[in-house]
């Protein structure tokens, strides 16, 4: 997984299409990209931390089954 956290000046067309591009680039490598604005992370943390969580969650694999250590 891989966390972005961007400024406004990631709002601008050249700097979203590099960073469209460079998404592109990481999910096509099996990474998993999450945005965040600078406000969110700092006025919305608990959120933040929330939606990383879930997808962290989402991609943990199952360990049902296994013998506990």
Known sequence: MAIEIDGG???E???LRRDT???AELQAQGIRVLRFWNY???EQTAEVMEAI???LEERAPSFEGE???
């Open 21 to 23: 591009r460079r998404s």
């Open 53 to 55: 969580l879930r997808v």
């Open 13 to 15: 067309d050249d700097q």
């Open 67 to 69: 013998p506990s250590p």
């Open 9 to 11: 000046g990631h709002g």
């Open 40 to 42: 969110e992370v700092m």
